[in-house]
């Protein structure tokens, strides 16, 4: 019984104390919880999380008042002999100028908030300072296509689901879709905008410090939909340039026999849709993996790209995101085991 009523006292106190974190540490809540739009980054979301607050609060206040206000309604003529015949609530008894001035002050509370909701979101529609960089995203069932823009052709290459972005600048984002409709949501850096087939959207944002951020689709685009997932890696511009630079080298040739004779096979069972720079690879249904090892996950951010995960993903990828399209390969104990050398070794 005393074990039972802790155990709710502890589920009771669980809101509180992530509430209380949220407000005393945004970083350690923003590490519980990556999706969270209670914190933001950036100088598109610092005005959005702003707005958030406050409407937040207006509304809890507003909740307060009329609660305070029915209980005194309710307590202070407890007792009172009343005539069935009357309504309380009336021209002759007075209270009808109660609800002209609750409706005057709820139609005012409202009306001052879509000002401040309008004036945020036309502020941020659109960057503060010109945009140096686009990148164009793409979305797939179920992965992101990210390719980085640049007047000189030789400096464009593509990547999958995970972007790096410089700080400290505003980063344009073109979006599309190659199949159903999808939308591109990274909620630390901004809101969601649609990736739509045979459309253009466009948005911005801009990470004012370095670090990780986890995105995800948000438009329910089939069965795959919650394993679409991607990360922003934010890195100050030197060490974004220097990523980049890598990004359009070739990984290096496979130096050992197994990750030899797994090229091989890779050439044979997987480059028919995916790409590796330098090498015969040049299939585009899939994502480029020309610097696989570069990347923290797989399969769209749901899985770590550890051994463990790749030999896992390439073994049975129906059964880490069913109905997704890439097959079965029906690869022998030997054949995954030298693909997986090859694949680790595309730094
Ligand atoms: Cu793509 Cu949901």
Known sequence: MRRSSGKSRRRAAYPIALLAAALACPAAAEAGAP?????????????VVYLLWGLLAVSVLVVVIVSVLVLIGLFRHRGLPRDPRTVPLGRTSGGLKWVYIGTAISAATLFISALGTFYVLGA???PPSRQELTI????????WEVTYDNPDDSRVFTTANEIHI????PIRFKLTSDDVIHSFWVPQLSGKTDTIPGQENETWFEADKPGTYRGQCTEYCGLQH??????????PPQAFKS???DQLKAPPAPSSAEAGAGQLQFMLHCAVCHSIRGTDAHGRFGPDLSHLMTRQTLAAATLDNTPGGLSGWI???????????????????????????????LH
């Open 35 to 47: 999706l969270t739009y209670l914190t933001g980054q950036g100088a598109k979301n610092y005005p």
């Open 124 to 126: 941020i529609a659109g």
């Open 136 to 143: 164009n995203v793409a979305g797939h069932q179920w992965w």
């Open 166 to 169: 410089p700080t400290g600048q």
């Open 226 to 235: 919650a394993h679409m997932g991607l990360l922003v890696i934010a890195q």
């Open 243 to 245: 990523w980049w630079d």
């Open 315 to 345: 073994a049975d990828p129906q059964h880490v995101k069913p109905g997704n399209l890439m097959p079965n390969l029906a690869l022998s104990g030997p054949q995954l085991a030298d693909i997986r050398q090859y694949l680790e070794t």
